[in-house]
């Protein structure tokens, strides 16, 4: 490529949801970055996701929240369902400001907003990473293709299969939850109200999260062994066989799925870390702290680490100072959502009928002023104060 860079400030590994976000972020507090992604194309794939209150309040930061909105669509409330369709919990927002609702977007839709905010970031795609060489005060980036570029900066945004931050912690680990998932993206839907669901029963969960445009985001998560083969080749027939005796919905959505818009992905996370900061190369997003989607906080936490980057960078320097303030302010909040979320999904995937009784019975048993206390601490994000606990 002509024009390829052989040098440049902050170089940003990885040009999904944490990368763009870090991208803007940095343009926010006037430094220069380049985004290397590994994908040859931007393409409009993947599902679904839900932006919770906390995700929402950061990208406020980041000056883009309203666009956000108006391509998702505003939750008004989650519920937990047994298997026949009754509620077992339900979580409303944790402000009476609507605008703090939780939003549901298409990835591809959010994909489009961020990279359309981007004014001065270059983006060079099929760029996929091979390691680190530091040089003096700098760091190389070699790539698979042969290339390479030296940065100053860096901030690794890749995912959780991360060669760099496999590079940088040998002992970094990834984890198999012991479930598999399907997602998909329904059309021709319109359920009444504004309000996602998931259903948890013996053979499963399934999850409906309405989207805009009458689409609908679903999400099927069975206990299985780690790459089934099985797995892998289920269809929609197979998954309207397993979840048959769930309520109507389930069925419904995944009748009105293509079976080409299904996607297929084990569970995985990534055991907590002991660093994100390493002097002038940073760690972020699912590179840091993937975590199971049992919370739905995975995209969340990668927004909120773009806000508290920019921040920091903002309002810290040098730039490895910057880098090891927000690990300070990342580390405990992360850490503490990947071991919940673990935890949650082991209880949420229970398959014997006395455990799923009993765990019903006592997650409709906890307050409701207990449950919105826990949700607030959740997603209430503020740089000076949530972004630490």
Known sequence: MDNFPTKVDFAILG???????????????????????????????????????????????????????????????????????????????????????????????????????????????????????????DQIVHFEDGSKVVAQHVVVAEGIHSPIRSQLLLESRERYAGYTCWRGIANGLNFQGNHSSET????????????????????????????????????????????????????????????????????????????????????????????????????CMAIEDAAVLSHCLHTISPVSNAFKQFEKMRMKRTRGIVTQSWSLGKIAQWEHPIGIAVRNTLFRSVPKALSQKQLQKLTDFRLDRASVE
């Not at 907590?272 to 919370?295: E, I, Q, R």
């Open 15 to 137: 040009g999904g949801i944490a990368g763009l976000s870090a991208a803007i972020g940095l343009e926010k507090c006037g430094a220069k970055a380049t985004v290397f992604e590994a994908a040859p194309a931007f393409k409009p794939v993947g599902a679904g996701l839900v932006l919770a209150p906390n995700a929402i309040k950061a990208y406020e930061y980041l000056g883009v929240h309203e666009k956000v909105i108006n391509a998702g669509n505003l939750l008004e409330h989650f519920n937990i369902l047994s298997q026949s369709g009754k509620v077992i919990t339900s979580t409303l927002p944790t402000s009476t400001e609507q605008r703090w609702s939780g939003c549901s977007i298409h990835r591809a839709d959010l994909h489009d907003v961020l990279l359309g905010e981007l004014q001065n970031t270059e983006i060079y795609l099929g760029k996929r990473t091979l390691n680190l060489e530091p040089r003096g005060e």
């Open 200 to 299: 948890w029963g013996k053979n499963g969960r399934f999850g409906i999260v309405p989207l805009n445009d009458n689409r609908v985001y679903w999400f099927a998560v069975k206990n299985a062994t780690a790459q089934s083969e099985r797995m892998r080749l289920y269809t929609k027939q197979d998954l309207k066989l397993n979840f048959k005796e769930y309520h109507p919905q389930v069925i419904k959505t995944i009748d009105s799925t293509r079976q080409d818009h299904i996607f297929w992905n084990d569970i995985m996370d990534l055991k907590p870390l002991s660093s994100y900061a390493f002097d002038k190369v940073l760690l972020m997003g699912d590179a840091a702290h993937a975590t199971t989607p049992n919370m739905g906080q995975g995209a």
